[in-house]
Each structure stands twice: as C-alpha cells, then as structure tokens.
C-alpha cells in the first residue's frame, strides 16, 4: 500500500509569490490534514478536509487555503509569500471509522524556502 | 498553538540505555498519542494512549498517561543507534480531527 505522498519535496520561492502543495493520502484514507513545521513554532495545525468539504482550520491568515479533489487528493496553497512561511508543510491522512482515534499516517513533506 | 511542553528538549545517551521524555499538555483530552520524526521528514505513529488507560507498551516502548497532573512519559528501553530522532506527544481533544503536537524531544542515540 503506498504512503502518503507530497509534492514537490523542495522548493525555493521569493517574497510575494503565490505556492501550491499538492498531498495524496493513502488509498481510502478520505481524511487530510496539514501541518506547518518551524523551529520556532513547531508543529501547528493548518487545516483538515474530509470528503472536499473543510472541517477544521487552524489559527493561520487567509493567506493559507486549501481544497480536497473528490479523489481524496488535496491541495494546499499560500499566496503572498512571507519569509515567515518558510517551513516544513506536512501532510496526513488517516482512516475514517478508526475507532475514534485520530491517528495521522503523514508525508515525507515539502520544504519551502522564502527568499 | 501547542498543547504544552516536552521535557527535555534534547537527550543524549549511549546505546543500551533507557530513554525517558515526558510530555505536559493543558485540556482534557480524549488520547495522548507518540510520534516519531528523523531528520526533518514526515512524523511516524509509535503508540497511542487513550485517556482512561495509565500504561501501555509496545516493543521497546512504554508510555505512560496521568490525566490528574495531564502529562504522559515515554520510556524507549535499550536504546539503539537508529532511534536517533525527535519525540512529539500529540493530543486528542474534542476540538475536531486535529491534533495538538507538543515541542518535542530530541534524541540522539550514540554507538
């Protein structure tokens, strides 16, 4: 069974430009969640999605959007780069009905750097 | 924000030793959940706890939960060389599919 997997892996971008992630869970997984990773904030939660329909967001500016395909392939997209997005974006999926417990299988990441 | 802190922020030992980190959240939670993450890559599930449980083990694993003073602890036993990585705890709440990541603790494993 393949894992999650996030693209692209690296990315270098400037001050003002827009990005887009892209995460494809896990075959049948319909729930996604991401993640923003800094060394000063660490792991905080951005937003999930289940069956194209956002549930949840975090505590993130408008900049951050996402959406989910009805694949269950979901896109994550930051406009108006600042030097403070720089960071690891993580993306997981995880089953739906699985007993309550929200454990995430995630993805290996994409690193962006603002310049 | 993160649900809380994680003690200590950094551990270094050598193989063969045990490995404890401990972990404090805020809010009542539903399950506290440990992950693994090496080098800057996607974070790894090692065990979950749910809130009326005290102990569990797994392998090498134990972790601990005490919902009365809202912290939980995870013991690696014989540590080894490739468990060189960070330690998050994660919370459960009802606040929705999400979870809350403590700071983690870094662990290096020397030879």
Known sequence: KAGVTQTPRYLIKTRGQQVTLSCSPISGHRSV????QTPGQGLQFLFEYFSETQRNKGNFPGRFSGRQFSNSRSEMNVSTLELGDSALYLCASRASGSLGANVLTFGAGSRLTVL | SQ???EDPQALSIQEGENATMNCSYKTSINNLQWYRQNSGRGLVHLILI??????????RLRVTLDTSKKSSSLLITASRAADTASYFC?????AGNMLTFGGGTRLMVKP
């Open chain 1, 33 to 36: 969640s991401w993640y923003q």
């Open chain 2, 3 to 5: 649900q809380g802190e």
């Open chain 2, 50 to 59: 749910r809130s009326n449980e005290r102990e569990k083990h797994s392998g």
């Open chain 2, 90 to 94: 994660a919370t459960d709440s009802n």
